[in-house]
């Protein structure tokens, strides 16, 4: 099998996975695990989303989040931006890195941020150029790629047309959403040999959801096709706000626990990543959907 040696993963437990849970962490419990997160070997770690608090309550504290962490050297601090205001406290925190985010489906879009894609674009584009300006890379978040809960398959040119038009304003990767976790290895497979007769696929990452548990067999599809970068998410926390019955993203416990065994390097320790869990486990009062997290459980238990 053709696979790469080498790929990327970049965590987004601490946003995506939080943003969507019915228990919130205190600011404390979330710095400390980011540190935790940090030493485990993570390049990349999104830390939280700086939205109004009215849109995501459990990351109201994204400013005293991000400013109090403690960097490490070699690890990129990321967070969701929305809008300038967005930006202007981002900065303000010392963000690394600036991530973006706009839906393929005009419905999806619509309540996810209230505005049309087009406007959306627009505002996008204010706060790549800002953040391009103070040096900062951007990286853009193309939600609904594989099917919206609102308006079903969602056309190939049409999200040809948004990736281009976030190319176009110096956005350097595009990470690809399955938000509802409904795409299957044959569709992923077919909607990227689609996208890179248009585009290079070393600008991609994908970003699966596992609602129907075909996480990981759509990553080895993308591992295929040639993808080195790939969102998770800390035992399978998370879940899109405004896409009910969507679940959490793919584990990264599970992902790199399959990746090692095939023998595919990603640089992340696996029993620090396991180790992590102690600060958020009796916190959040629900099971980790990963696999590999309910094992260690009932190797404790034995």
């Not at 391009?132 to 047309?161: H, Q």
Request: hydrophobic share 40%; net charge neutral.
């Amino acid at each position: 099998m053709d696979i790469p040696s080498h790929i990327t993963i970049k965590e987004v437990g601490p946003r995506d996975g939080l943003q969507n849970e019915k228990v919130i962490l205190s600011t404390k419990e979330k710095i400390a695990w980011i540190n935790r997160l940090s030493q485990t070997g993570l390049s990349y770690i999104e830390v939280t989303s700086f939205v109004p608090a009215k849109w995501i309550p459990a990351l109201a504290d994204a400013l005293e989040v991000a400013s109090t962490i403690e960097r490490k050297k070699g690890v990129t601090y990321a967070a969701l931006v929305p809008n300038i205001y967005g930006l202007e406290r981002a900065l303000q925190a010392n963000i690394d890195e600036i991530n973006v985010f706009v839906s393929s489906s005009e419905t999806h879009n619509k309540r996810n941020v209230n505005k049309s894609i087009s406007d959306t674009l627009d505002v996008i584009k204010e706060v790549a150029d800002q953040s391009l300006f103070t040096g900062r890379k951007v990286r853009g978040y193309v939600s609904t790629i594989f099917g919206c809960p609102y308006e079903g398959k969602i056309n190939l040119d049409k999200i040809k047309k948004i990736i281009d038009s976030l190319l176009n304003m110096g956005i350097y990767e595009i990470s690809l959403g399955d938000t509802i976790g409904i795409a299957n290895p044959l569709q992923v497979e077919h909607t990227l040999e689609e996208l890179k007769k248009s585009f290079p696929l070393s600008i991609f990452a994908m970003h699966f959801h596992n609602t129907y548990g075909r996480g990981l067999a759509n990553i080895l599809v993308s591992l295929q096709q040639g993808i080195t970068t790939y969102d998770s998410s800390f035992g399978g926390l998370g879940g899109c706000p405004y896409a009910a019955g969507a679940s959490g993203n793919v584990a990264t416990n599970d992902l790199v626990n399959m990746l090692h065994t095939m023998h595919v390097q990603t640089g992340i320790d696996e029993r620090a990543l396991t180790l992590a869990r102690r600060i958020i486990d009796d916190k959040l009062g629900k099971r980790f959907s990963s696999h590999l997290l309910q094992i260690k459980n009932e190797q404790v238990k034995k």
